[in-house]
């Protein structure tokens, strides 16, 4: 069973996160939800306030097939947090697979991870991130993933079950939600 780290800060964008881990959850995926604090109460951008299994401090050494990382404001904390950039530089040495949507990508632009790479993001970091592929809504390019914001949750939330279970398994979630 393919296993999934998402990190939630303060300021998370809901319908990226729920989106994200809501299909992983669906296609039989461990997301493992932890918040960026220590208070397991995250509250997003639009006073949704979720509940992580786990702060990311009690994440330890633990490998994940996959790092999840949202955007939203909250993306400002998670670049503050010089944890999570270290996480990502392991997670990609490691050859595994990150993923980033919206303002997100940022953090792996901060970790030196988007050099050479194929991306995109959300237009609030195009001044940051120069080679952004505005267009896309989902971006391939090795073992990185990328998506544009809320409204590219669903592609990227199928297209991230493409990558760790199946394609077979994406096409009969996208059936089974309508999509």
Known sequence: MPTVLAILPEGFEEIEAVTTIDLLRRADVRVTVASLAENPLVTGRNQLTLRAETP?????????????LPGGPGVAKLRADARVPALAR???AAGRWIAAICAAPAVL???GLLEGKRYTAHPSVAGELKNILANE???????LITSR?????????????????????ASEIRASICA
């Open 149 to 169: 914001g809320a409204g590219t949750a669903l592609d990227f939330g199928l297209s991230l079950i493409e990558l760790l279970v199946s394609p077979t398994k």
């Open 109 to 111: 632009h901060d970790a």
């Open 90 to 92: 392991a997670q990609a």
């Open 137 to 143: 809504r989902v971006v391939l390019d090795g073992k």
């Open 56 to 68: 990311l401090a009690s994440v330890g050494e633990q490998a994940f097939d996959l790092l999840f």
